[in-house]
């Protein structure tokens, strides 16, 4: 359900930028004699011809809809260009889209924050630019506009067509305009400039709507196509969506808007005027209420993300009529291509763009036979995701096994299923400073490579004459205070500045078991470090104990097959106590700078288990948890004290 968002203070300028027929146009990129021509392209599919994904406006002025197979395509028009989707196992391909749709996403990404909603269309919050165009050079004293701006589509602006861009004009550089229309004004200009600018770059067009919100927006973005712009002023906005109907909107195409129609009468957004906020809080909650009751008032609180990357990374295919699938073998040769195909994507994602996925969910669409109508559809599964496609492939199997024995029950017979896709979702930057584990790993007979393991196999590392040479860190960087040493010379000893024993205000309880954090923070060949007991950990601020940690964690992921994503999980918790320790240290250092332990503790820096974000805790694996638990809370310490003491045994005897 919709929840209601805080207003903004400020007025906003917002856009919603939408490439026309966007799969035609890259089509049309690729061989430009099909320009002008009635175009449509075709997803892979044999049967009837396949089905249309983008018809071109050619082609649309004589019928042809995107709901239409090849076959009535041509039917409708005989001249019809049919050109096929790139395909890659057995499936379409759209890579070529998601790479043309970058390119637009790179230039309109250099004016605010830009959202990338879609393959085909973008947010924008013009905001500041606005601001500093009116501030720098207001459209009332510029000499010229640019023409693209004047061609704008103002709403509740009355006007004959042979005036229609002198009166755009007028409206865009008016000086006793208020506030609002001479931000959104400079929000029309600049997006015009950006159009243009993608159609020379690019040689794509693309729609735009102009407002104060995303709704409204997203709304009048397709008023006007193709190659055009409308600009909502806020006056304009209640005429606006007095006749809209209510299916229009946003997240009321669905349940709500049925409910809506059914239990209110509702038809349109202006019959949502004559409800009360009260009202429609006690049909449909607090805060679905109180959207419902915004939407109708054209107010929108919801924010542009600043994200130019994808949140979700999925591979689907559907298998309709005679083509679905009614065996376990045919949905595994499927669920592989599909997970090779994920596979890729996820780690050309990590390889570019430093992210990792999370989550892996298999969703399905299903159908019983003898039940034509049957009313439970197959469950979506989830579980961790594990980067390597052998392991996604798997996975993704379990998951439909899961999902099927959640449908039909203990039978493996008398279903079909006509929609396959795996996503991989949950995804997230990688800590700054982290590194591959090949940095810290040489062969003596080999320089230092920077290649790319192989996803689609478990990790496994060969060294010459069997023997596994790595840079010494441990050793070198941290010790107990008990004494201080030289680094010696290696790839990090110009790091390494100052080891101190500091205390923190908890000591880490005595780690048992073989999956222990700190089992990987000692050296079993030095005497001090067999002692688990640690009061404190302190490095050189260079070579801090999160670069440290973050070594001994790729070990622990390469070695034992962990999932990547769970290594990094840990990166953040020592990341953030990373911040708070280093401050501290510093602090330290300022106060104690006029002597040779304030100057050392300056460069220092300490991990305190206090400042370790117990929330994120629950994300990792059981057992880590529970030793990271303990040094958060660690256990009551047995009383010494026999029973029957009297309080008074409890205080020292005081001096006389």
Request: aromatic share 6%; proline share 4%.
């Amino acid at each position: 359900m919709p929840v209601s968002r805080p207003e903004p203070q400020e007025p906003r300028v917002i856009a919603h930028l939408d490439l026309d027929c966007f799969y035609v146009q890259v089509e049309q990129r690729r061989n430009p004699a099909l320009r002008g021509q009635p175009t449509a392209v075709v997803q892979y599919n044999d049967w009837k011809g396949g089905g249309l994904i983008a018809v071109s406006y050619e082609a649309r002025k004589f019928g042809v809809k995107r709901s239409m197979r090849g076959d009535d395509a041509k039917n409708v028009c005989p001249g019809i260009n049919l050109v096929q989707v790139p395909v890659s196992r057995d499936k379409a391909d759209l890579n070529v889209y998601r790479s043309a749709g970058s390119e637009v996403v790179a230039i309109l990404s250099t004016k605010g924050k830009c959202e990338r909603a879609s393959i085909d269309e973008v947010y924008l919050d013009l905001t500041d630019a606005a601001k500093e165009m009116l501030l720098e050079s207001p459209p009332e004293l510029s000499e010229s506009i640019i023409e693209e701006a004047t061609k704008s589509n103002i709403l509740d602006l009355l006007s004959d067509a042979s005036d229609r861009e002198e009166d755009v004009k007028t409206w865009l550089c008016r000086a006793d305009a208020d506030y609002q229309d001479k931000l959104l004004a400079c929000g029309a200009i600049i997006v015009a400039q950006l159009r243009v600018k993608v159609l020379e770059e690019t040689q794509f067009t693309c729609s735009a709507g102009i407002a104060h919100n995303k709704m409204l927006a997203k709304l009048v973005s397709g008023m006007h196509k193709p190659a055009q712009q409308t600009v909502v002023p806020s006056s304009s906005v209640q005429d606006f969506l007095a006749s809209l109907p209510v299916k229009k909107m946003k997240q009321l195409g669905g349940k709500l808007g049925s409910s809506l129609q059914d239990d209110l009468g509702v038809e349109t957004v202006g019959d949502l005027l004559g409800f009360t906020e009260e009202k429609l809080q006690e049909y449909y909650g607090v805060n679905t209420g109180t959207w419902l009751w915004k939407t109708a008032r054209g107010l929108s609180g919801e924010e542009v993300e600043d994200r130019l990357l994808p949140k979700s990374h999925g591979c689907g295919k559907t298998f309709p009529g005679p083509k679905s699938l009614k065996n376990n073998s045919s949905v595994k040769s499927w669920l592989d291509k599909l997970s090779e195909e994920l596979s890729e994507r996820i780690q050309s994602d990590l390889s570019c763009n430093k992210r990792v996925a999370q989550t892996l969910t298999l969703h399905a669409r299903a159908s019983k036979e003898n039940e034509c109508n049957s009313l439970k559809k197959f469950p979506s599964k989830s579980c961790p995701l594990r980067y390597g496609t052998g392991k996604i492939q798997e996975d993704a199997m379990k998951l439909f096994e899961s999902g099927l024995h959640d449908f039909w029950g203990s039978r493996n017979t008398g279903w079909s299923i006509t929609s396959l896709s795996v996503t991989a979702s949950k995804i997230f930057d990688i800590p700054s400073g982290t590194n591959s584990i090949l940095r810290y790993i040489k062969s003596p007979s080999s320089s230092a490579t920077s290649a790319i393991l192989d996803s689609s196999s478990t990790p496994e590392l060969t060294f010459s004459d069997n023997k596994l040479h790595r840079t010494p860190v441990h050793e070198e960087h941290c010790e107990p205070s008990s004494k201080k040493e030289d680094c010696e010379n290696s790839n990090l000893a110009k790091q390494c500045s100052a080891i101190e024993e500091r205390h923190v205000s908890k000591k880490l309880p005595r780690v048992q078991g073989s999956g222990s954090i700190l089992k990987f923070l000692s050296q079993s060949q030095s005497a001090c470090h067999e002692k688990r007991n640690f009061d404190g950990l302190i490095c050189s601020n260079q070579g801090s104990v999160t670069a440290f940690l973050r070594l001994h964690i790729l070990i622990i992921a390469y070695c034992n097959q962990c999932e990547i994503f769970i290594a990094c999980q840990i990166f953040t918790i020592l990341g953030r106590a990373s911040t708070s320790g280093a401050s501290d240290a510093e602090q330290h250092g300022k106060n104690d700078s006029n002597t040779a332990e304030g100057r050392s503790a300056g460069s220092t820096w300490m991990l305190n288990v206090e400042d370790i974000d117990p929330a994120v805790v629950g994300e990792l694996p059981l057992e880590i948890q529970r030793e990271i638990q303990g040094w958060i809370r660690p256990s009551k310490q047995t009383s010494t004290k026999k029973r029957g003491s009297t309080i008074s045994s409890y205080f020292s005897p005081s001096r006389r």
